[in-house]
């Protein structure tokens, strides 16, 4: 159904370009291991915007969460993440993450990230799930922005890194189930066969699959779907994170309305002006991200409306100005004051606590394949992210990754591959009206809500787009909406597969979680189809 290569190809007659390590993708995760692996490697990273400082990185605003406050321990944070997780996080993971957190945000500090100060320290604040105050932030709300900024000026002055931006990876090539590295296009539409020694994706996350997403344009689950084809181990694609708080306005995008401004004291309020959290959650407002969204669609629903409240006007509004100056100044262009007015919001998606899967250090079911962020399911997140978990994750494993990579012996000879499925050039639909549709069948059958006779529908419906395969494929926009179908495709069916509600997944027709039956991982392989995977490790230890 899905084909192994996007295009016809032959190896021979393609140029080819040699690195030590490539990487793809320029959020946290791309620039902190390019900078990493470029100690010791030439490294080529590939980013299609045509900027390094265009990425979902950029539009983080709560922080990174790391153990840094004496009242704080690994301990409590490895338990914060579990609890969050739903039972489907590895132990492992999470001990991994907790306890080298903190020496990773050294490593951001040493390469310019400026994090804010409050007494000489470093400020921490709280948000959702959180038992203690671990979140570094910077700017107020600008964490992303600020460690983009810090690793991209370190990466353009390193003599050892090749930056090409407004490139866009088609396919990675394999031979035996190794990686030998990736068909390029560049920006004149001419393609290359780049050759690298290791191949680290680090393309970000998947929010087109939705009509309403905090995520910028570029998050097509271009990663994913390589990976997908050419034969790598997908798992757990069915959690999807909706961020409780986008904001809500008509002629205003759907802009994220951090979830700090819950930890700094801010209310959820229905559109009659009445605080509902204490119905839903002990935590309130501060409950995990799944219960907090499906709370507020609730509420929606029930009084008829399309959003609800998010209310910090009882803080000083000196302190929510200096706490929050971009949300501040966002809302401000739309007639909005946070100081004194209630800000409209409804979830939108925001984040996948699924991917590629891959094991402790970074490598995927591919050898010299590894993932890092988004794209990657290391077994941290389980069903739900804990709050500011995900920069912390990429830092943490791509230390690791790099480690592996400097073991690693030179890659031998590529044979040659050529690929003609001949596929002929049809006129198309436009995209952007391929793209609108998917989306809103996702949103439609695959969203905060499930049921099997929705998923049912929803996958018809994406089945329906295959023809897309089957064409000569040329431009960027063509290879995005394909990666997107590819993994709308594996959402849907393994949300259809998991008869349960868990995390970021809820049934209608199966509300409850069920962990006799449904502890364990959804797999997915490209014409491997669907496994399960039983996980004894959470089960003994957690």
Not at 184 to 208: E, H, I, M, N, Y
Not at 512 to 521: I, L, N, P, Y
Request: aromatic share 6%.
């Amino acid at each position: 159904m899905v084909p192994r290569y996007l295009i016809d190809f032959s190896l021979d007659e393609l140029p080819h370009v040699e690195t030590d390590v490539m990487v793809i993708g320029a959020g946290i995760a791309g620039l902190f291991t390019t900078i990493r692996a470029s100690e010791e490697n030439r490294v080529l990273i590939i980013t299609k915007p045509k900027s390094l400082l265009e990425s979902n990185t950029r539009y983080a605003q709560g922080g990174i969460a790391a153990v840094i406050s004496d009242e704080d321990s690994p301990d409590y944070h490895l338990q914060d993440t579990l609890n969050a997780g739903a039972g489907l996080c590895d132990h492992d993971a999470v001990e991994v993450l907790v306890h080298e957190g903190p020496a990773g945000v050294k490593d951001l500090i040493a390469m310019g990230t400026q994090f804010d100060l409050e007494n000489g320290e470093l400020a921490l604040t709280k948000e959702g799930a959180h038992s203690q105050r671990r979140i570094l932030h910077a700017h107020g709300d600008a964490t992303g922005a600020e460690i983009v900024r810090a690793l991209s000026e370190k990466t353009r002055q390193n003599r050892n890194v090749t930056i090409w931006d407004d490139h866009f990876v088609i396919d990675l090539v394999t031979v035996d189930d190794v990686c030998h590295g990736a068909i390029v296009q560049k920006p004149d539409g001419q393609r290359v066969f780049v050759r690298a020694k290791a191949t680290v994706l680090c393309s970000g996350g998947a929010g087109q699959l939705y009509r309403y997403t905090t995520n910028p344009e570029i998050a097509t689950g271009d990663g994913i779907a390589i990976a997908y084809r050419a034969g790598a181990v997908v798992r757990d694609v069915e959690f999807v994170q909706f961020h409780p708080t986008s904001l809500c306005y008509p002629g205003a995008p759907r802009f994220l309305i951090s979830e700090a401004l819950r930890g700094e004291g801010a209310v959820l309020r229905n559109i009659k002006g009445e605080r509902f959290m204490e119905k839903y959650d002990p935590q309130l407002e501060l409950a995990p991200r799944d219960i907090v969204a499906r709370a507020i669609v609730n509420e929606m629903e029930q009084t008829k409306s399309t959003f609800v409240y998010i209310d910090i006007t009882h803080e000083p509004a000196e302190m929510v100005k200096h706490r929050f100056p971009n949300i501040y100044e966002f809302c401000l262009n739309y007639g909005l004051d946070l100081t004194s007015d209630w800000i409209p919001v409804a979830p939108a998606a925001h984040y996948m606590m699924g991917g590629v899967k891959t094991d402790l250090n970074g490598e995927t079911s591919i050898k010299r394949l590894y993932a890092c962020g988004e794209v990657s399911s290391t077994g941290v997140h389980g069903a739900n992210r804990l709050a500011s978990n995900s920069l912390s994750e990429a830092i943490v494993f791509g230390r690791r990754i790099i480690r592996h990579i400097r073991a690693l012996l030179p890659l031998g000879d590529t044979p040659s591959i050529r690929e003609q499925s001949h596929r002929p050039e049809h006129p198309m639909q436009a995209i952007v009206e391929k793209r609108l549709k998917l989306q809103k069948v996702m949103l439609r059958y695959v969203g905060l809500k499930r049921d099997a006779n929705g998923l049912g529908k929803g996958l018809d419906e994406l089945k329906r787009q295959l023809k897309i395969y089957e064409t000569c494929l040329t431009k960027r926009e063509e290879y995005e909406f394909a990666n997107l179908l590819t993994l709308a495709m594996l959402t849907t069916e393994s949300a259809l597969n998991r008869e349960e509600s868990r995390g970021g997944h809820f049934r209608e027709d199966f509300p409850e979680k069920d962990d006799t039956v449904w502890r364990k991982h959804i797999h997915l392989q490209r014409e491997k189809g669907i496994t399960e995977e039983r996980i004894h490790d959470v089960l003994r230890k957690s």
